[in-house]
């Protein structure tokens, strides 16, 4: 072919047989991070990204677009080969596919798992003659890393299914130097171990290939404590007894006439699978929990498990590439048997199969707190798929269909642990056949098996030979000079996993006590421990060694224990704890230390602390049993309050001159708030606990705290808005409007209506936000709340703005004026003066705009209100911009964005990027515009603030369009005001 680029080996291209030059690495870097996702639109960002890593020079954007410049001019000659801008940012390498050896080897490998084994032989030889060595050899870049062992992995996956043909067409004698040095750089391979032994025995050395499989056995325990898969160890036992029928429809391989492919705990091992799609936008979610240590005594279990995936491939194999339908494997079991601990130690050992990625969520089905419902569920898949919370519906069932959507033709492992019902995982099951289902649950799930085909596996007490090896590998050499207390420990520990691991864990934390000692004391706690479920439950033996380990606490240790199990959200702090401690925190850091060392919390990193599932629901069943009902509420109370009392001490940093609602708050008397000093210690704390005070409200409105909840609510929300925390921001208004209607308090009830309106409007839903604004009006009109009424106004109004219905958005923003000029609100009249002069400017009253814009500007800078004054400068910015005045106009958003940026205001920063990036394109500064444009898109997304992002789209929409190169500011300002959040096009298109 006349042109070639070659990357599989040192990166080069070629013209008619002669290189061409494309400048130094950093230009093939950035030709390479094209080259990859070939006639995909990669962004700047990811470029960026890819070419430069972390450690990105100044002025790295310019840097970029010279590079593609100079890129650009040195494939004018080349033909069928360009570089374009994409439509949404970022650029397109344009190019036929087959001209890069990359792509070349993906064909042909693909071409072959289609053909008969003789045709599939030769193509995968083909597609492996092209490797000239290490992918990208002569770049280097962590993202060129990443992308090198994918393809190192694909090359590897190719080789293993070329070595199975040429083993079914009869050529041993040829395969076995290189098989032998394969095997001798994997010796962990079975697959490869598998090959070799086929090889050596087709060869007529039987006793070369015994000897590999005992070397591969003890390598595999030694290094993995694991012993040979059961399709290896047939291959041995053929070979064993001298079984002519072995080949390699025996080994370690799947399917006849097509090329092959490693069980799930073989790819594992070799790392074989091919590549996930690294398309822009599209995020690959690897959400497993660590694997376990010492994992033991699950042989056969993990060997089911693996037949599970292999019968996926066969199944995939007779039905063109894919199984009929979703596999579905429950692991089911009583309460600390392992069933997690099996699945996450499986699904590490087989990730690599699902090269898009695992999911993996904790469905509390058995836990202290309520179960998690399938649709938060649901918003978390999404999220971590890369669906933005705004993107997120509300129906459960509109969500379901969107995971199916998000999921559909991905190769990925779902893990549903601890769940409770079928009701609760049915939403939750893709509807893409190459994805597997892995659930754990005490429960049998049978309907489940009967209605979805699930493969039921039930997890029993670990056998008490391995109950013992357990033991003995988390004890180390104590337990073997006392293995019959270590087999009375084992029983007494009911064999279950978790149940001797915290036993281990005890017994290490005490080294000059002995086995026997301990032993003795779990005799007598079981007599006096009142069991739950004396009918033989054995999860009765996990709480048998809780509560030895919390027998050994201090009483002011334990009471740190109980207390943790009664904290709603996911982890503490040190100060958390010393509220529902009631004591100070140094005192509580030093029971967090204690509570360490006993093993019975967890550190998470940042000073934070949280506890096993388990556990806190131990800690929880404790404080109920040992603390009156009188003292549970008052240690839940200094909590709530500690967080109130904290978060009013932050936002009177970030936001001293609050009014309205949130100025009249009660304080929570005799709570010091901890001491914050200045905005970045405010703002770091309000981040680090948003998780808890988000679960604080939820918790404090169905409990009985409803002033907490409004009062939380009221205090969080200039926090949240101007970060754009929106799915945050739902659940917690929600909470507080519930709260306060429960309570009788129709301020508060007001106050969450409007917030909640707000949000609506940010995500560009303009009915549902005028419906909340008109809820509010009504309840401050009840209460004679003449600012309450303004407010709920202005709301309105904006919202008929946005909505694109000028007349009455005047009528009601003029109406919200002449309420807070009585009442002299300065920011509320800055607020609708800045809004009716952008109004005005849109109907084309300039002058009426520029004076109402002037006027706003003027109270602002005479009280000093640094926030509103970004707002009026991003308005009158926006005026200039259909004036003409385009050197003001960037001068004045310019300001804008520095104000709101110094006040971490970040919709604003949107704001100001998105005006930035109009007046760019008026001035004809594209490159400058797309960069604005672009960042402000991506925040948009990330925050979920649609309304803005209408605006953001529509103007990369005229930077995309031929209109572009003679800008007319009419045609540019002109707005897609009959938009709304349902015709927001897919991210990516």
């Known amino acids: 072919m006349p042109v070639e680029f070659c990357v599989l080996g040192g990166v080069q291209a070629h013209l008619d047989g002669h290189p061409i030059d494309l400048g130094h690495a950093r230009q093939w870097c950035v030709l390479s991070a094209l080259l990859v996702d070939a006639n995909h639109p990669v962004s700047v960002d990811h470029l960026i990204e890819r070419a430069w890593g972390s450690h990105t020079p100044q002025r790295v954007r310019s840097a970029l677009y010279t590079y593609v410049s100079r890129l650009r001019q040195a494939l004018t000659a080349v033909p069928d080969v360009d570089i374009t801008r994409a439509p949404a940012g970022g650029y397109v390498l344009r190019i036929e596919p087959l001209v890069v050896d990359l792509h070349r080897f993906q064909y042909l490998t693909r071409r072959a798992r289609t053909a008969n084994d003789t045709d599939a032989l030769e193509l995968l030889e083909q597609a492996l003659d092209l490797w000239q060595g290490e992918a990208f050899a002569s770049l280097d870049t962590p993202w060129l890393t990443t992308v090198r062992g994918a393809f190192e992995r694909q090359r590897m996956a190719a080789e293993l299914d070329r070595n199975d043909l040429a083993l079914r067409c009869g050529l041993h004698d040829r395969l076995l130097p290189d098989l032998s040095a394969a095997a001798a750089a994997h010796p962990l391979d079975e697959r490869l171990a598998g090959q070799l032994m086929l090889a050596f025995y087709h060869c007529g050395r039987q006793a070369d290939a015994l000897a590999q499989y005992e070397q591969t056995r003890r390598l595999l325990a030694e290094e993995l404590g694991a012993d040979p898969s059961l399709a290896l160890r047939r291959v041995h036992q053929k070979i064993l007894t001298n079984d002519r029928t072995v080949d390699a429809t025996v080994a370690i391989t799947s399917g006849t006439g097509s090329a092959t492919a490693a069980r799930g705990r073989d790819v594992a091992r070799s790392g074989t699978a091919a590549p996930a799609d690294r398309r822009p936008g599209r995020r690959i979610p690897a959400q497993l929990p660590a694997d376990v240590r010492a994992f033991t005594g699950r042989d056969q279990e993990l060997s089911q498990l693996d037949d599970v995936l292999e019968a996926v491939r066969a199944s995939g194999a007779a039905h063109g590439g894919a199984a009929p339908a979703v596999l579905i494997s429950t692991v089911s079991g009583t309460a600390g048997v392992g069933k997690t601990s099996l699945a996450v130690h499986w699904a590490h050992r087989a990730r690599d199969a699902f090269p898009d990625g695992q999911l993996f969520v904790n469905l509390r089905g058995y836990d202290s707190q309520a179960p998690l419902s399938p649709s938060r569920a649901l918003a978390g898949f999404l999220d971590a798929l890369g669906i933005a919370g705004a993107d997120i519906p509300s129906d459960v069932d509109d969500r379901a269909a969107l995971y199916r959507t998000a999921l559909a033709g991905r190769r990925m492992l779902v893990m549903l642990d601890n769940a409770g019902s079928v009701e609760q995982i049915r939403p939750l099951l893709p509807g893409t056949p190459t994805c597997l289902v892995l659930v754990t649950s005490r429960d049998s799930l049978a309907g489940l098996v009967a209605l979805h085909g699930a493969q039921r596996l039930d997890l029993d007490l670990l056998p008490p030979d391995k109950a013992v090896e357990l033991l003995r590998q988390l004890i180390g050499a104590r337990a073997d000079a006392e293995p019959a207390a270590v087999g009375v420990l084992a029983r007494q520990c009911a064999r279950l996993p978790l149940a001797l691991r915290v036993a281990a864990e005890l017994a290490a934390s005490r080294p000059a006590t002995t086995l026997a000692t301990l032993v003795a004391e779990l005799t007598d706690l079981r007599q006096r421990l009142d069991l739950l479920d004396g009918g033989g439950d054995p999860r009765a033996a996990v709480r048998v060694v809780f509560s030895w380990s919390y027998r050994h606490l201090s009483a002011d240790t334990a009471q740190a224990f109980r207390s943790l199990g009664l904290h709603p959200g996911v982890d503490v702090d040190s100060a958390a704890v010393a509220a529902l401690t009631g004591s100070s925190v140094q005192r509580a850091q030093r029971l967090l230390v204690a509570l360490d060392r006993a093993h019975l919390k967890e550190s998470v990193g940042n000073g934070r602390h949280s506890m096993h599932d388990l556990l806190g629901a131990y800690a929880a069943e404790r404080a109920a049993a040992d603390d009156s009902a009188a003292d549970r509420r008052t240690a839940l109370t200094r909590l709530f309050d500690h967080y109130l009392a904290t978060a009013m001490a932050a936002m009177d940093i970030l936001q001293p001159s609050r009014e309205n609602y949130v100025a009249h708050l009660s304080r929570p008397a005799g709570r010091t708030p901890l001491p914050l000093r200045g905005p970045v210690e405010a703002r770091s704390w309000l981040d680090q606990e948003r998780a808890n005070l988000v679960a604080a409200c939820t918790y404090t409105a169905r409990h009985g705290w409803e002033q907490h909840t409004v009062a939380i609510a009221a205090t969080l929300w200039d926090y949240l808005r101007p970060a754009g925390h929106y799915t945050d921001a739902v659940t917690i208004y929600t909470d507080a409007r519930n709260a306060a209607r429960h309570s009788g308090d129709a301020e508060g009830e007001a106050f969450a209506l409007t917030v909640i309106g707000y949000v609506h409007r940010q995500r560009a839903e303009w009915s549902q936000s005028i419906d909340c604004f008109r809820q ?30 000028f007349a009455p958005a005047a009528s009601h923003l003029k109406q919200a004026l002449t309420i807070f000029t009585g009442t002299s609100d300065y920011a509320g009249q800055v607020e609708t003066l800045s809004y009716l002069g952008s109004l005005y400017a ?7 705009s520029h004076e ?19 707002f009026v400068l991003h308005a009158l910015g926006m005026l200039f911009n259909r004036q003409g005045a385009l050197e003001q106009a960037t001068g004045h958003l310019q300001q804008s964005l520095t104000l709101f940026k110094q006040t971490g205001h970040a919709t604003g920063e949107v704001m100001a ?8 394109i008026l001035c004809g500064r594209l490159d400058q515009a797309d960069t604005c444009l672009n960042h402000a898109l991506t925040t948009c997304r990330q925050m979920g603030y649609r309304s803005e992002e209408l605006r953001v789209l529509h103007y990369l929409e005229i930077l995309s369009s031929p209109a572009v190169q003679s800008p007319d500011a009419d045609t540019i300002l002109s707005y897609p005001w009959s938009l709304s959040a349902n015709t927001i096009p897919e991210q990516g298109t």
């Open 852 to 870: 109402h814009l002037l006027a706003a500007l003027t109270i602002c800078r005479r009280t000093g209100d640094q926030v509103a004054e970004a």
């Open 842 to 848: 849109r109907q084309g009253r300039l002058q009426q």
């Open 913 to 920: 990027l998105t005006g930035l990036g109009l007046a760019h």
């Open 776 to 805: 509010a009006l009504s309840l401050s009109h009840r209460l004679h709340d003449t600012n309450g009424e303004a407010i709920a106004i202005i709301g309105i109004g904006i919202a008929l703005m946005l909505k694109g219905e």
